[in-house]
C-alpha cells in the first residue's frame, strides 16, 4: 500500500533553515509529480510546493517562492522541501502529497514551528 512518512520538522528560529523529508514507498515513485502542502492552526490546507516526475518544472506558493525548494530523489524515493528564511508564518503542519488517477494520498504530517 501507499505510504509516505514525513520527517525533519521542528523548532526553529525566525530567519533559520530546516529540510523536510518524505520516504515514500508501495508505489513506483518516478511516476508521479509530488507535492508539499501545509495547514496552519485554523485555517486550510495549502499547497507549497509541487514537482513533476521528471524534469524541472518546479512550482511555489507566492508566498514561498525565493525561499523553498522542492526536489525529489528518484533512485531512493524521496521527496525533500528545503526551506530557508523561515518566517513565523511559515508555522504549519507539513505533508507530503501524491496524487493518481482515482486516490489522493498523505503522510502523517511534521510539525515546523518558527518562533525565537
Known amino acids: 500500500q501507499v505510504q509516505l512518512v514525513e520527517s525533519g520538522g521542528g523548532l526553529v528560529q525566525p530567519g533559520g533553515s530546516l529540510r523536510l523529508s518524505c520516504a515514500a514507498s508501495g508505489f513506483t515513485f518516478s511516476r508521479y509529480a509530488m507535492s508539499w502542502y501545509r495547514q496552519a492552526p485554523g485555517l486550510e490546507r495549502e499547497l507549497v510546493a509541487t514537482?513533476?516526475?521528471?524534469?524541472?518544472?518546479?512550482r511555489y506558493a507566492d508566498s514561498v517562492r525565493g525561499r523553498f525548494a522542492i526536489s525529489r530523489d528518484n533512485a531512493k524515493n524521496i521527496l525533500y522541501l528545503q526551506m530557508n528564511s523561515l518566517k513565523s508564518e511559515d508555522t504549519a503542519v507539513y505533508y507530503c502529497n501524491v496524487r493518481m488517477l482515482y486516490s489522493n494520498y498523505w503522510g502523517q504530517g511534521t510539525q515546523v514551528t518558527v518562533s525565537s
Open positions: 514537482v513533476p516526475s521528471a524534469g524541472s518544472t518546479t
